[in-house]
Structures are given as structure tokens and as C-alpha cells.
């Protein structure tokens, strides 16, 4: 089993910056592919970035140039700072994570979710 624990969410203006973290703990071999997904009142769950374990990344359209995920292997924690918010960007962010256990299963995790809400 693996949590996931986020942190860094809140309220910031348009135009400000936030800095979100998730870290995983719990049994498991090794954490693959890390990613943030948003999700809007009444939308749809979204993707947001994900980063490989390799540090490889890939953003969403509107995460582009305003966005940075990273993560620290030896800390199995990944990140996501957020610049140049916007109010559009106002939803509960969502951490995930696919991690192997001991017996060689590949297994996909969710965190809690973080509120991030812009006001313009």
C-alpha cells in the first residue's frame, strides 16, 4: 500500500505563484512515472504534468511555460511549482503515482487532493 500526502495548496492572486509537494511512503519496491491532474468544479479530472523516474517530463497545453514538476527520487517526492496563475487554474490538485511492490505489481495511486484557488 502507498499514501500520498500533498501539500502546498491555497489561495493566491492571479498573476502569483504556488509550490505544491507530494510525497509517497508505504510499501513498495519503486515509484514509476509521477503526475499532477487538476480537477474544475463540474469538469472533468485533467492531466496536468508527469515526470518518469528517469526526470523525463510532459505537460499539458496550459500548463506549458507557467508550470515546473520535478520530483527527488530519494525522497519519492514530486512537485509542482506553478507561476504566473491564473483564475482558470483554480482547482483541487490531485498527485498520482504508479508504484511496483514486492511482488512485482504495477499499481496506481491517488492522493487526497489540494485546493489551489485564484482569485482575479
Known amino acids: 500500500q502507498v499514501q500520498l500526502v500533498e501539500s502546498g495548496g491555497g489561495l493566491v492572486q492571479a498573476g502569483g505563484s504556488l509550490g505544491l509537494s507530494c510525497a509517497a511512503s508505504?510499501?513498495?519496491?519503486?515509484?514509476?512515472?509521477m503526475a499532477w491532474y487538476r480537477q474544475a468544479p463540474g469538469k472533468q479530472r485533467e492531466l496536468v504534468a508527469t515526470i518518469t523516474s528517469g526526470g523525463s517530463t510532459n505537460y499539458a497545453d496550459s500548463a506549458k511555460g507557467r508550470f515546473t514538476i520535478s520530483r527527488d527520487n530519494a525522497k519519492n517526492t514530486v512537485y509542482l511549482q506553478m507561476n504566473s496563475l491564473k483564475p482558470e487554474d483554480t482547482a483541487v490538485y490531485y498527485c498520482?503515482?504508479?508504484?511496483?511492490?514486492?511482488?512485482?505489481?504495477?499499481?496506481?495511486?491517488w492522493g487526497q487532493g489540494t485546493q489551489v484557488t485564484v482569485s482575479s
Open positions: 498520482n503515482t504508479e508504484a511496483v511492490n514486492r511482488w512485482g505489481a504495477r499499481l496506481n495511486y
Open positions: 508505504g510499501s513498495f519496491l519503486t515509484i514509476n512515472a
